[in-house]
């Protein structure tokens, strides 16, 4: 091969396989940045609402990123992650808007960790706002909210999802642990996805690292049942069980030489479908010759929102003589 024709292919196979890195990666809910490890905390809005100091940050090692308190928990994976840091009492929001694909299944996870300086409290009634003269208001929470909702709603009708929140008496520090919460619920849905530290009993770093879904598309795995022959009329019913909505297909597999009608249903959930298998014309003469016909048929089922597969099957129409 030339050195032309061989820097042709490369820029094919090159383009190809890019082609197959957009396909894998379509229907995929992303959370941008989530394990930090930019250095910074592009992707994602801070809201500091009030605050007489502190903010969110990314960061490395044990240091606080404002200078100010003690050591400070590492990032638990990888270089970096996010943290609060601060020199007086606030309300500090990490969020990001996420764009979940329909029909997919969404699962969240992600790390969460914190230390604080002072006693965990949750005031009654409940507030993501403080300041010096307000009641002791000490906590960290994750929420799921809706994008349209404030960033500092408690209301439940806002609130989609809970993946993590102190409580009053919590312990003043906890390792980074793993949480995970299923967002299925709300595909082809945007939803927002809220941390938020408060404080005003001494430094409160709230860490967070390792954020991300995993999308999964419909399953299109189905189940082929056996063959019911009307051999009267010389067809069959093939039940085929399938795992949700979408589109089933029967074709014959020769597509030179159709031997059977193709035929498709429409599934609007789960369950059975008996897909007809009707000879042609030309086939229905072998069948009244011989009294029998052999197929080899594929069932292609497309799930609603998902990716195409087919399996075959063998089976033999019958018809019995008059």
């Not at 050195?3 to 229907?27: E, K, M, P």
């Not at 049942?225 to 067809?235: D, V």
């Not at 069932?299 to 597969?309: D, E, I, K």
Request: aromatic share 6%; glycine share 8%.
């Amino acid at each position: 091969m030339n050195i032309r024709l061989r820097a042709a292919a490369q820029t094919i196979i090159a383009a190809f396989a890019t082609c197959l890195i957009v396909v894998a990666s379509a229907g995929a809910a992303t959370v941008v940045n989530g394990d930090f490890e930019s250095g910074n905390l592009d992707g994602w809005q801070v809201v500091n609402d009030p605050s007489v100091s502190g903010s969110w940050f990314a960061y490395a090692g044990t240091t606080p990123p404002t200078g100010l308190g003690g050591e400070v928990p590492p990032p638990p994976a990888g270089n970096f992650a996010a943290i609060t840091a601060q020199g007086g009492p606030g309300s500090h929001f990490l969020y990001q808007d996420i764009a979940l694909e329909p029909f997919y299944a969404h699962q969240l996870s992600l790390l969460a960790y914190y230390r604080s300086s002072g006693e965990m409290v949750v005031p009654s009634p409940d507030t993501l706002t403080t300041g010096f003269e307000e009641p002791e208001n000490q906590q960290y929470r994750i929420d799921v909210i809706k994008p349209t909702a404030p960033i500092t709603t408690l209301e439940p009708v806002d609130i989609l999802a809970t993946v993590f929140a102190t409580g009053t008496g919590a312990p003043v520090e906890m390792a980074a642990t793993n949480f995970t919460v299923d967002l299925t619920p709300f595909a082809g849905q945007t939803v927002r996805l809220r941390f938020v530290e408060v404080d005003n009993n001494g430094p409160l770093n709230a860490g967070t690292d390792s954020v991300s879904i995993v999308s999964t598309p419909p399953s299109n795995a189905v189940m082929l049942g056996k063959p019911a022959l009307n051999k009267k009329k010389g067809t069959a019913k093939l039940p085929v069980t399938v795992p949700g909505a979408g589109t089933l297909t029967i074709a014959d597999v020769k597509k030179s030489k159709k031997r059977i009608k193709a035929k498709t249903l429409t599934a609007t959930a789960a369950g059975t479908l008996k897909l007809p298998v009707k000879p042609t014309k030309s086939a229905r003469k072998t069948l009244e010759n011989k009294g029998k016909l052999k197929l080899k048929v594929a069932v292609t089922f497309t799930p609603t929102g998902g990716l195409a597969a087919t399996v075959t099957k063998k089976l033999t129409l019958k018809l019995a003589p008059k």
